[in-house]
């Protein structure tokens, strides 16, 4: 069974930090990982989805890596803004055993990150 | 706009009564899926449809049902069997096949009184 653990639990920093979350899980047999943010209350928005066969997805000031033989994903924020503050879930997808996947996420507890300004 | 929508985003139900949630998208996405959120929890996966009348369950499906006879609408039914139905429930789609990005809905939270 998948499981997903993020470290840190919570991350408070000052505006204009860069930030590292981390992500890692137990079953390398993903095909999928996508990053998402959560707001207090809200539903979840996607940030990034990088497929197994990459290595790292951009979008504007995050950037996620993979390395699916260590079980590891990185999330990296750049130059940390109050409005970036959120829960931050990190989602591998499994693959079947016919290299496809039925979507199927399976969660972290997420980080809680706070910027203060 | 595109997009899932979830109703209603509140809910209160007394103890052995089945309530339904709503989620319908108009993304035009073959596949559905429900999560649960507990505090201090990750999502859990109760059920998933890939297409329209087909559904599987997922790892926590004992107490809930659903039905896929719309492409648009995939209702999660929380029955009185559920011993702890108090949570916040995420519909999310996909386009469906392999490696496609999820996205979800606002969330309804339900809670037994």
């Known amino acids: 069974k998948q499981e997903v653990t993020q470290i840190p639990a919570a991350l408070s920093v000052p505006e204009g930090e860069n930030l590292v979350l981390n992500c890692s899980f137990t079953d390398s047999a993903i095909y999928n990982l996508q990053w998402f943010r959560q707001d207090p209350g809200k539903g979840l928005t996607s940030l990034l989805l990088i497929q197994s066969s990459q290595r790292e997805q951009t979008s504007g000031r995050l950037n996620a890596s993979l390395d699916k033989s260590s079980g590891r994903s990185t999330l990296y924020i750049a130059a940390s803004q109050p409005g970036d503050s959120a829960t931050y879930l990190c989602a591998p997808a499994k693959a079947n055993a016919g290299g496809t996947s039925y979507g199927k996420l399976t969660f972290g507890q997420g980080t809680i990150l706070t910027v203060h300004p | 706009d595109g997009g899932i929508t979830q109703s209603p985003k509140y809910l209160f139900r007394k103890e052995g009564q089945n309530v339904t949630l709503s989620c319908e998208q108009n993304l035009n996405h073959d596949a559905m899926y429900w999560y649960r959120q507990d505090p201090g929890q990750g999502l859990r996966l109760i059920y998933y449809?890939?297409?329209?009348?087909?559904?599987q369950k997922g790892d926590i499906a004992e107490g809930y049902s659903v039905s896929r006879e719309k492409k648009e609408s995939f209702p999660l039914t929380v029955t009185s069997a559920q011993k702890n139905p108090t949570a916040f429930y995420l519909c999310a789609s996909s386009i469906g096949g392999v490696g496609t990005e999820a996205f979800f809905g606002q969330g309804t939270r339900l809670t037994v009184v």
């Open positions: 449809s890939q297409i329209v009348n087909d559904f």
